[in-house]
T-cell receptor, first 113, second 116 residues
């Protein structure tokens, strides 16, 4: 069974630009969560999608948005990039049931210059 | 306010000995706890989990202990191997309605180094 696939693995952008990251969950998983990892803040929850609906959202500004498609693939978009958005963005998939284990992709390393 | 805390940023252990990683939490609504390990340039890998109805869960060399009254959990690795060297994160989630159960709150991680 293939794992969680995130593309691209690395990305360099400049301030003010926007970026879209992609995540393909494990086959059969309908829940996709996004996390941001930075040295200062650790792993922080961005949002979770289940069956194309955002079910839960962390404490991030509206510049961070996402969506999920009917095949459960998800995209995350960050608009008007700031230097502080440089981070490792991790996607995790799960079955979406109550006591679910989340399985993570390798992440997308975003550098904002 | 950090709801999940790993107070030891690093731990060094000799190969073959026991590694004990600790985690404290403050939110009494947390009822499911997980441990992940992470190598550089990779995503976190799930290790073991425990529900709040249990106080111990074992899987091979890994055992997680939960002390609800102290809001403390620990991961024991016995025996430790050099390949176990990685950053270990504890994470917690709260039950309740269908929305809140899916957000994991992570600790800051502990770098484990197993010396040969």
């Amino acid at each position: 069974k293939a794992g969680v696939t995130q593309t691209p693995r690395y990305l360099i952008k400049t301030r003010g630009q926007q970026v879209t990251l992609s995540c393909s969950p494990i086959s059969g998983h309908r829940s996709v969560s996004w996390y941001q990892q930075t040295p200062g803040q650790g792993l922080q929850f961005l949002f979770e999608y289940f069956s194309e609906t955002q079910r839960n959202k962390g404490n991030f500004p509206g510049r961070f948005s996402g969506r999920q498609f009917s095949n459960s693939r998800s995209e995350m978009n960050v608009s008007t990039l700031e230097l502080g958005d440089s981070a490792l963005y991790l996607c995790a998939s799960s079955s979406g049931t109550a006591l679910n284990i989340q399985y993570f992709g390798a992440g997308t390393r975003l550098s904002v210059l | 306010d950090q709801q999940v805390k790993q107070n030891s940023p690093s731990l060094s252990v000799q190969e073959g000995r026991i590694s004990i990683l600790n985690c404290d939490y403050t939110n009494s609504m947390f009822d499911y706890f997980l441990w992940y390990k992470k190598y550089p340039a990779e995503g976190p890998t799930f290790l073991i989990s425990i529900s709040s109805i249990k106080d111990k869960n074992e899987d091979g060399r890994f055992t997680v202990f939960l002390n609800k009254s102290a809001k403390h959990l620990s991961l024991h690795i016995v025996p430790s191997q050099p390949g176990d060297s990685a950053v270990y994160f504890c994470a917690a989630s709260a039950g309740g309605d269908s929305g809140s159960a899916r957000q994991l709150t992570f600790g800051s991680g502990t770098q484990l180094t197993v010396l040969p």
